[in-house]
Nanobody, 119 residues
Framework: VQLQASGGGTVQAGGSLSLSCQAS????????MGWYRQAPGKQRELVAY???????KYSDSVKGRFTISGDNAKKMVDLQMNSLSPEDTAVYYC??????????????WGQGTLVTVSS
């Protein structure tokens, strides 16, 4: 099982970026998916969450600016980021609760993608 993240890059403050994450391999079922980020010198934090039933949750710092969308059947989750500020600069990681064909259920992480917002 793998999570492949794409997107990210460098943008000026006020700009927008989008991230995508695709699960592949022996994936039988995807439950919850989400995006986390880790800024230099800080702990990894939850940015947005997409539940198997379509529920969404956002951190207070991104609420109203970021939108998470997902398709558990297609095993993918996207994050649209608008009105970006330098405080959003971080490495962003996708995360998913996956049941493999073997029956094993585990949490998987993508490789991380860097988002840099310049002032």
């Amino acid at each position: 099982v793998q999570l492949q993240a794409s997107g990210g890059g460098t943008v000026q403050a006020g700009g927008s970026l989008s991230l995508s994450c695709q699960a592949s391999g022996s994936v039988w079922m995807v439950n919850d998916m989400g995006w986390y980020r880790q800024a230099p010198g800080k702990q990894r934090e939850l940015v947005a969450y997409f539940g198997g039933g379509g529920s969404r949750k956002y951190s207070d710092s991104v609420k109203g600016r970021f939108t998470i969308s997902g398709d558990n059947a297609k095993k993918m989750v996207d994050l649209q980021m608008n009105s970006l500020s330098p405080e959003d600069t971080a490495v962003y990681y996708c995360n998913a609760d996956i049941v493999a064909y073997s029956g094993t259920r585990a949490t998987y992480w993508g490789q991380g993608t860097l988002v840099t917002v310049s002032s």
